[in-house]
């Protein structure tokens, strides 16, 4: 017997106006069934919330640039990158980032598959 003849089966006393132990029986069950749904729906929401706003974070933090301004000012404060390197590497750098902010989403993608 399927389900859909079981709530059917259990759902014709009210078409033919009797109550009895059985309608109050399907209509827990049915109550039951429609709150376990309800929290699944909301359960699996969450849960797709949070796997998102993670995604949205990572990728919003993500650069493709491996040294920063602040790493090459912190080299060139230690002593490992001299004043010249600091210009020529502070150039590439902008470089890189101004490329990545022009390229967009789309293009930034793509790049990096190729």
Same mark, same amino acid.
């Given at each position: 017997?399927?389900?859909?003849?079981?709530?059917?089966?259990?759902? %014709? @006393?009210?078409?033919?106006?009797?109550?009895?132990?059985?309608? *109050?029986? $399907?209509?827990?069950?049915?109550?039951?069934?429609?709150? #376990?749904?309800?929290?699944?729906?909301?359960? $699996? #929401?969450?849960?797709?919330?949070?796997?998102?706003?993670? %995604?949205?974070? $990572?990728?919003?933090?993500?650069? =493709?640039? @491996?040294? +920063?301004?602040? =790493?090459?000012?912190?080299?060139?404060?230690? #002593?490992?990158?001299? *004043? *010249? &390197?600091?210009?020529?590497?502070?150039?590439?750098? +902008? &470089?890189? +980032?101004?490329?990545?902010?022009?390229?967009? @989403?789309? &293009?930034?993608?793509?790049? &990096?598959?190729?």
């Amino acid at each position: 017997m399927s389900e859909l003849t079981v709530v059917w089966w259990s759902l %014709a @006393p009210v078409a033919v106006g009797r109550r009895g132990p059985r309608l *109050d029986t $399907a209509t827990w069950w049915l109550a039951g069934l429609f709150i #376990g749904m309800l929290v699944l729906f909301v359960i $699996a #929401g969450a849960i797709i919330y949070v796997i998102r706003s993670r %995604a949205i974070r $990572a990728e919003s933090t993500r650069t =493709d640039v @491996p040294l +920063t301004l602040a =790493d090459l000012r912190r080299m060139h404060r230690d #002593g490992e990158v001299d *004043d *010249d &390197e600091m210009e020529t590497l502070k150039k590439v750098i +902008t &470089e890189q +980032t101004r490329k990545g902010l022009d390229a967009g @989403p789309v &293009e930034a993608e793509e790049k &990096e598959k190729t």
